[in-house]
């Protein structure tokens, strides 16, 4: 099997980004990045397993490996009493990808202030590409993207700029 680099994924909670038509064009510009990484050569990708962003990451990372089988999810998650909180829908959701995941790290059993620090610096660590999407640099996902900077790894980074500037309708993959 074809090594290939790792990417992590990183971005905000969904009360963080627009509604409608931005938002759909910011999930399409994700959508693309991540195709994008596969066909440069990525086979890992890291996601953190936060609401947003990171759940939509892991969605598309699992409908690209029915077509790319080389192609691996690893779910990061800073602490194992996260779940604990989850209920009803997204409880289900989140399950589905851990359980359809290639690999589920936890790097803490209990909520610390430092976990999510330390969840993105560990999948940082371990990857050569960062895609984020970001619509207020002074937050987590901003750290992430600094820390990622720091690190030397190449930056992919979407921003709801992008979604308004793009002039075309969202990737057939938002079409249920």
Not at 57 to 62: E, F, N, T, V
Not at 85 to 95: L, P, Q, T
Not at 132 to 141: C, F, H, M, N, P
Not at 153 to 165: K, T
Request: glycine share 6%; proline share 3%; charged share 20%.
């Amino acid at each position: 099997m074809e090594q290939g680099f790792a990417v992590c994924i990183s971005g905000h909670r969904p009360e963080k980004l627009p509604t409608g038509t931005t938002l759909r064009m910011l999930q399409s510009l994700l959508f693309h990045e991540i195709e994008t990484a596969i066909q440069d050569g990525a086979r890992t990708f890291y996601t953190g397993m936060a609401r947003g962003v990171d759940l939509w990451a892991a969605d598309m990372i699992l409908h690209f490996r029915k077509q790319y089988p080389s192609v691996r999810l690893i779910c990061v998650l800073p602490f194992a009493d996260r779940l604990l909180s989850i209920r009803g829908a997204e409880r289900f959701h989140v399950n589905s990808i851990l359980q359809a995941a290639d690999q589920v790290i936890t790097l803490r059993e209990h909520y610390t202030r430092s976990c999510y620090r330390e969840r993105n610096a560990y999948m940082i660590q371990h990857s050569q590409r960062l895609i984020a999407l970001v619509a207020d640099i002074r937050s987590g996902t901003g750290q992430t993207v600094h820390m990622a900077k720091r690190a030397g790894l190449e930056l992919r980074i979407l921003s709801i700029q992008d979604a308004i500037a793009q002039n075309k309708p969202s990737h057939d993959y938002f079409r249920f």
